[in-house]
């Protein structure tokens, strides 16, 4: 495909990166005030923040902070450090850690895929810091991994001093940055994502509910967790997929298990009413060939270096129109990710986004003739261009 057809679809196509702060506020109805300190409507797929209130405002997260705890241990599991099976000998630490419980044994054994479920269904905390000693041997350590991990994801308003969410002055996080965490564990690992969906678990001849009430409300609701504290009031963070659009709604502060499960609704509910969501191109996918000078190839292939995706409000997507220019005269060597070019998304005349254009391979030096031949017409191109 050539520059010029590319742009063609392009205008087609790409209506895609825009925030849907840029469309004008009568376009749709406004977003539902909640009964909650703070809330945050993300997409997971683009990432797009939807529907926000005080979404970067500290707050305590109460058993919120388990999805860390959970997101660490699977993402141990994924790297080979822990297993599955492997037996975890409980701590007399962890037997006495109060509040919500697995209610596992001190001296003996169960495996990190029981302590798994009992985190993410039970939301245990002898569970938690069962997994946390097996980790990294200390919860103080534990932590510690748990904040490099938040540097890592980009979580600019949390800082965690245990893998509970039990009380501590330090130990905060904000609607926003658990958006962002759970869009981590839904695409990161989709696998373990699956027990977030399970109504209950069974251990210790006690069988425990899922406490996140949506999952027996909305048969679209699949996660993610809860969390309760009298300094937290009732927090929760859930995702549900209709007709492909997958959401994260996000709830802080509400004033009891029923109203948080009903303010997430409305949040839910409004967002699959109102935008859609679609995926044009992928990363890495070839969607033109820009001329090279002096390369042991005259062409190199453009692509995108993230996913072509947009949350927009419904209907917007025809008012959209972009285009794409290449730097001019591309001379070899070119490496493999080099930014090449721009695509700029426009709403009328002006620009809501734009996107790097990069080389999807490399292009090494040509042999001495072809540089000094592409260097005789760059001359003469200068002279009349």
């Given at each position: 495909m050539n520059i010029t057809t590319f742009a063609k679809r392009l205008c087609l196509l790409v209506p895609l990166l825009l925030s849907p702060a840029a469309f004008a506020?009568?376009?749709?109805?406004?977003?539902?005030?909640?009964?909650?300190k703070a809330y945050v409507l993300m997409d997971a797929s683009s990432g797009n923040v939807l529907v926000e209130n005080n979404g970067d405002q500290r707050l305590p997260p109460?058993?919120?902070?388990?999805?860390?705890?959970?997101?660490i241990a699977t993402l141990e599991i994924r790297r080979g450090q822990i297993g599955e099976s492997d037996p975890v000998t409980v701590s007399e630490n962890a037997w006495r850690t109060g509040g919500s419980r697995m209610f596992?044994?001190?001296?003996?054994?169960?495996?990190v895929s029981d302590l798994l479920h009992g985190i993410i269904i039970q939301s245990g905390n002898d569970a938690s810091v069962a997994v946390a000693e097996h980790i990294a041997g200390s919860e103080d350590a534990f932590a510690d991994l748990m904040n490099k991990t938040v540097a890592d994801l980009g979580m600019t308003n949390t800082h965690f001093m245990n893998p509970t969410g039990l009380p501590n002055p330090e130990h905060y996080s904000s609607a926003h940055d658990m958006a962002v965490l759970a869009r981590a564990i839904i695409h990161e690992d989709p696998a373990h994502y699956a027990i977030y969906s399970q109504k209950e678990f069974f251990w210790n001849g006690i069988k425990q509910p899922n406490r996140n009430l949506l999952l027996w409300r909305d048969k679209t609701v699949?996660?993610?967790k809860t969390g309760h504290t009298d300094e937290a009031g009732y927090c929760m963070v859930s995702s549900a997929v209709r007709d492909g659009m997958r959401l994260i709604a996000v709830v802080f502060g509400t004033n009891s298990e029923v109203a948080r499960a009903a303010e997430t609704q409305k949040l839910l509910t409004y967002g699959f009413r109102f935008f859609e969501t679609q995926t044009f191109y992928q990363k890495g996918a070839?969607?033109?060939?820009?001329p090279v000078w002096k390369g042991s190839t005259n062409q190199v292939k453009a692509g995108l270096a993230e996913d072509?995706?947009?949350?927009?409000?419904?209907?917007?997507?025809k008012k959209l129109a972009a285009s794409m220019t290449m730097n001019p005269q591309l001379v070899a060597p070119i490496a493999k990710g080099d930014v090449i070019g721009k695509v700029?998304?426009?709403?009328?005349?002006k620009v809501v986004h734009s996107a790097d254009l990069i080389a999807l391979d490399g292009v090494e030096e040509g042999g001495i003739f072809r540089?000094?031949?592409d260097s005789i017409r760059l001359f003469f191109y200068g002279l009349f261009n």
């Open positions: 506020v009568e376009m749709m109805p406004s977003p539902p005030q909640l009964a909650a109460a058993s919120l902070t388990k999805l860390m705890t959970a997101y596992i044994k001190v001296g003996t054994q169960v495996t699949d996660g993610l070839e969607l033109a060939q820009a072509l995706t947009m949350t927009l409000p419904k209907g917007q997507l700029e998304v426009k709403l009328d005349d540089r000094m031949w």
